[in-house]
């Protein structure tokens, strides 16, 4: 039993990790937080029903629901106890959420300031031959650059201003954007 509790555990400070980890506050960790929920009253509402019938007297069955009941309840028994703990498990997921979003702030936090960095870069550019780059100078390699930059163009000159953006994981078509023009930066959501 002390073993089936310390295994529950382990498995939930390793999946909390996970999801906090991988999935950083995104909508994604909200979903499968909310699928981790039905698993857990799923899990809840099995172990009752195992524990009601694990409980029911052989004496007062038919003698053929009687014999299968006797067979059953000690399994039940024993089962009931791991059903519950799986509940339990899915349940903590919840605990994941608070870092995840906590990772997702500072991957957005790292990914205005390199953006901010290239500023003084872009603008000297602007100065020197007219108008913005097509690339800011001095952008680092894909593989270095900030989690929420890699894989897509995040920069965008036009012929009087420029703009970065990027996605916001933490909804389904909102992103992050800097216009030159006003000197701040929004969320979009569409």
């Avoid at 957005?108 to 100078?137: F, V």
Wanted: glycine fraction near 6%; include cysteine.
């Amino acid at each position: 039993m002390r073993r089936d509790f310390g295994l529950a555990l382990a498995a939930s400070v390793a999946m909390n990790l996970a999801l906090a980890c991988h999935f950083r506050g995104s909508m994604e960790q909200f979903i499968l937080l909310i699928l981790a929920f039905w698993v857990m009253v799923f899990c809840f509402g099995l172990a009752a029903c195992m524990f009601v019938v694990a409980r029911i007297s052989p004496a007062r069955q038919q003698p053929a629901i009687g014999a299968v009941v006797e067979w059953a309840s000690p399994i039940l028994r024993r089962s009931t106890t791991g059903v519950v703990l799986v509940g339990l498990v899915a349940g903590s997921a919840v605990f994941s959420l608070p870092f995840g979003v906590a990772l997702l702030q500072y991957d957005i936090h790292n990914a205005k300031a390199y953006c901010e960095s290239l500023q003084p870069a872009i603008d000297r550019h602007r100065t020197e031959t007219g108008r913005y780059p097509d690339r800011p100078p001095g952008i680092l390699p894909n593989a270095s650059l900030p989690r929420l930059l890699r894989g897509h163009a995040f920069y965008h000159a036009q012929a009087d201003d420029y703009m970065f953006d990027f996605s916001d994981p933490s909804g389904v078509f909102s992103m992050i954007v800097y216009d030159s023009r006003r000197g701040e930066w929004q969320e979009v959501h569409d």
